[in-house]
């Protein structure tokens, strides 16, 4: 059984990535409910393994690894093990781009900020899965390219190329949106 101490170090050490591995079961997933619940058993099962967890070690790849395998268990068997409260859950606004601020603050500026946002979240998520969870771990959440290849499961040459024809296909995504609306 845990003591205190120990839970309270493991949320120390754990607590500032819980929405940053929710934006990464987002991307995996696609629904926010099973996004939750992905996070919440992958947190549990980091709980139980933190004995394997080593010190200096970057503490967010290792929980990415383990949400993954919690997402390829979860497809494998239809649901999660655990289920959360309502309340645990954080709050709206778990797009990896609702952390963008503008830096201007006339309404106008803010408004196009926020519709370049929706257009960016609605054309990340059309991309293929594979394309859009190393788009959000490299590029949103600042994971190297080795560690994102860790997480995927992929060889590092293969985070590369989903990366670059990711970012050329969102860049093509979003000059299309742009041009249909100035027309």
């Known amino acids: 059984m845990a003591t205190t101490k120990e839970v309270s170090q493991f949320v120390k050490l754990t607590g500032p990535h819980h929405r940053q591995l929710l ?11 099973l996004a939750a619940d ?15 967890f080593r010190p200096g070690a970057p503490m967010l790849p290792w929980l990415a690894r383990i949400l993954r395998n919690v997402f390829l268990d979860t497809r494998k068997t239809g649901r999660a ?8 859950l954080p709050p709206d606004g778990l797009s990896p781009l609702s952390q963008a601020k503008s830096t201007t603050p006339q309404p106008l500026a803010q ?5 370049l946002c929706l257009w960016l979240q609605e054309e990340l998520n059309a991309l293929p899965s594979p394309q859009q969870l190393l788009l ?28 670059s024809r990711g970012r050329e296909a969102l860049r093509l995504r979003l000059q299309k949106r742009l041009s249909e ?3």
């Open 111 to 115: 408004a196009e900020q926020a519709q």
């Open 23 to 33: 934006r990464i079961a987002l991307a995996l997933c696609r629904d926010r409910d």
């Open 136 to 163: 959000v771990l490299c590029d949103v959440e600042g994971f190297t390219y080795q560690e994102a290849a860790d997480v995927a499961g992929v060889p590092v040459g293969t985070v590369r190329s989903r990366l």
């Open 81 to 88: 093990r655990h289920e959360i409260a309502e309340h645990q």
């Open 181 to 183: 609306e100035n027309r």
């Open 38 to 52: 992905l996070t919440q058993e992958t947190l549990l099962r980091a709980f139980l393994a933190m004995d394997r």
